[in-house]
């Protein structure tokens, strides 16, 4: 019964953290969209901002006793770090360098990725179910988006690179977690300062300095303020990303990502009459499909699991 109890308890974090995430990534999107459209403010400083904030949220955190921070040496997390760097900044350049289409194709590719990861270098094994939920996955984003769909040398070069280096950054997230023995907060709350180090020595390469549209301004008071609140909601963002995947895995964060776009596209739809084709609708359904069956076989795994760990002496 106290099994019973403490699996439903986990189950309802679970949800709970995937709750926040799907508000404040939602949020977060439309936030964004407001400072790009109305402030043209630097996307890649923004990033920076975002983990400023997150590191500030934290500190508060453990101020108020909420965590107890634990000494991590810098090496152990140096690469998780840079990882984040080259996650943000191959995705700009692949949104940069390729059409809408060909990017959230790339992106789709992540999840196969890091099952090979996971599956080559941490001896993780995947049954075939859970592999064979990734075909109508994969079908629903290709027919989202094979209209705008357009190929080029540097921006697959870039497609691929960043691809590479999320799947990494989100494997090394959980990993890393496991291996330290940290929760989402400790490891967040090291990895944040060091990231935002890292990411302040590529900005001036993608960004510039100063002048309209640049890092040092001028910017209004209202556009900081705003920049200020996304970063607030960003610190929600990266909690439940660290959370979810601690919790869970790669895998299954990267199908919530899935389900998170198909939410954005209806949204936009019912809420803003975005054009939405029949094509895009069958996507919709295909993507949903394969979630839903995902979901499925991964919750009837862990019944077995728990039924073999029961029958054990």
Known sequence: MAEMLFGFSANRRILAGLLVNLLSSICIVFINKWIYVHYGFPNMTLTLVHFVVTWLGLYICQKMDIFAPKSLPVRRIVWLALSFCGFVAFTNLSLQNNSIGTYQLAKAMTTPVIILI?????????????????????????LNSYYDVRFNLLGTVFATLGVLVTSLYQVWVGAKQH???????????????????????????????????????????????????????????????????????????NMFGHFKFCITLVGGYLLFHDPLSLNQALGILCTLAGILSYTHFKLIEQEEGKSRLAQRP
């Open 179 to 253: 291996e330290l023995q940290v929760n989402s907060m400790q490891l967040l709350y090291y990895q944040a300062p060091l990231s935002s180090v890292f990411l302040l020595c590529v900005v001036p390469l993608f960004e510039p300095l100063t002048g309209d549209g640049g890092i040092f301004g001028p910017w209004s008071l209202p556009a900081l303020a705003t920049v200020l609140f996304s970063g607030v909601v960003a610190f929600l963002v990266n909690l439940s990303i660290y959370w979810i995947i601690g919790n869970t895995s790669a895998v299954t964060y």
């Open 118 to 142: 996971q599956t080559t270098y941490y001896k993780k094994t995947f049954s075939t179910k859970i592999k064979l939920t990734l075909v109508p996955i994969t079908l629903g984003v290709i």
